[in-house]
T-cell receptor, first 111, second 118 residues
Framework: QKEVEQNSGPLSVPEGAIASLNCTYS??????FFWYRQYSGKSPELIMS????GDKEDGRFTAQLNKASQYVSLLIRDSQPSDSATYLC???????????FGPGTRLSVLP | GAVVSQHPSRVICKSGTSVKIECRSL??????MFWYRQFPKQSLMLMAT?????????EQGVEKDKFLINHASLTLSTLTVTSAHPEDSSFYIC??????????????FGDGTRLSIL
């Protein structure tokens, strides 16, 4: 059973702080990793993808991947109230097209 | 811009009605599309994988006779909720990969369909 785990939260951070979202996965053969943001009542939207160990930065977002530890994280710098949403971690294996989604972490950025 | 279009965005209908939801890939061909269901404050649940020109692959516990999936072309998959009942009320979302199998392309989601059965 391939699993992706996330802390369900809610994770509350003050405006301007760094929000750190974590995700672990069970399939050691996983190759592609994605972070999605989902606002209440809306469908998920892609924020970042990462495929290699290390950090990948895009604006205020940084994705971090450690395949040895089977761990992927998302850092949001200078958090804004508009960042308040549920963040979904998705993992894709080496074969096929199916993704495995984590349950999501609810982030609340307090003004 | 959007790469996956889903229609309708909202449906309200009486119990016993069948409801069809369309998912279209825009400007790309999707041999595989995915259908998810999400109940309030719960995580995404994959219902089935829609394969162009062949039968859909359903996840365990999803009734294939209840949720009919047709993927007749490379840009269109439809989900029909047959004889819908109030417990079928949920948020249904489709997605598609831009790339072919084995690529690193992410899934892109449609805007979702909120189904309410009275």
């Amino acid at each position: 059973q391939k699993e992706v785990e996330q802390n369900s939260g809610p994770l509350s951070v003050p405006e301007g702080a760094i929000a750190s979202l974590n995700c672990t996965y069970s399939d050691r053969g996983s190759q592609s990793f994605f972070w999605y943001r989902q606002y209440s009542g809306k469908s998920p939207e892609l924020i970042m993808s990462i495929y290699s160990n290390g950090d990948k930065e895009d604006g205020r977002f940084t994705a971090q991947l450690n395949k040895a530890s089977q761990y992927v994280s998302l850092l949001i710098r200078d958090s804004q109230p508009s960042d308040s949403a549920t963040y979904l971690c998705a993992v894709r294996g080496n074969y096929g097209q199916n993704f495995v989604f984590g349950p999501g972490t609810r982030l609340s950025v307090l003004p | 811009g959007a790469v996956v279009s889903q229609h309708p965005s909202r449906v309200i209908c009486k119990s016993g009605t069948s409801v069809k939801i369309e998912c279209r890939s825009l400007d790309f061909q999707a041999t595989t599309m995915f259908w998810y269901r999400q109940f309030p404050k719960q995580s995404l649940m994959l219902m089935a994988t829609s394969n162009e020109g062949s039968k859909a692959t359903y996840e365990q516990g999803v009734e294939k006779d209840k949720f009919l999936i047709n993927h007749a072309s490379l840009t269109l998959s439809t989900l029909t909720v047959t004889s819908a009942h109030p417990e079928d009320s949920s948020f249904y979302i489709c997605s598609a990969n831009l790339g072919s199998g084995g690529s690193n392309q992410p899934q892109h989601f449609g805007d979702g369909t909120r189904l309410s059965i009275l």
